[in-house]
Nanobody, 119 residues
Framework: QVQLVESGGGVVQAGNSLRLSCVAT????????MGWFRQVPGKAREFLAA????????NYADSVKGRFTISRDNAKNTVYLQMNSLKSEDTAVYYC????????????WGQGTQVTVTS
């Protein structure tokens, strides 16, 4: 059974940092690209970052480029999102995803973790 479990969300003041973690089980983690999305009520889920299977390459949405860093530890089946210089507009539910190795589309989703940035 595939599971993605996010953690590390919370309430933080603007300008501060948080690190999200996502532990994956039930599939060959090192064979899948991984990514992070976020969603606020009433809006579509927004792509944030993606990382290749070996962690050698990553890409980011313009909205978070230079502030967020995605990384992974294949030995721990975990993908991370380091979020620095947080802004109030970063407030959202954050989801990790595993991309299908054939199509590149998100295959699996976690339950999400809430990040609230106060000003």
């Amino acid at each position: 059974q595939v599971q993605l479990v996010e953690s590390g969300g919370g309430v933080v003041q603007a300008g501060n940092s948080l690190r999200l973690s996502c532990v994956a089980t039930g599939f060959a983690f090192s064979s899948n690209g991984m990514g992070w999305f976020r969603q606020v009520p009433g809006k579509a889920r927004e792509f944030l970052a993606a990382i290749t299977t070996n962690g050698a390459s990553a890409n980011y949405a313009d909205s978070v480029k230079g502030r967020f860093t995605i990384s992974r530890d294949n030995a721990k089946n975990t993908v991370y999102l380091q979020m620095n210089s947080l802004k109030s507009e970063d407030t959202a539910v954050y989801y990790c995803t595993a991309f299908n190795y054939l199509t590149g589309a998100p295959d699996y989703w976690g339950q999400g973790t809430q990040v609230t940035v106060t000003s």
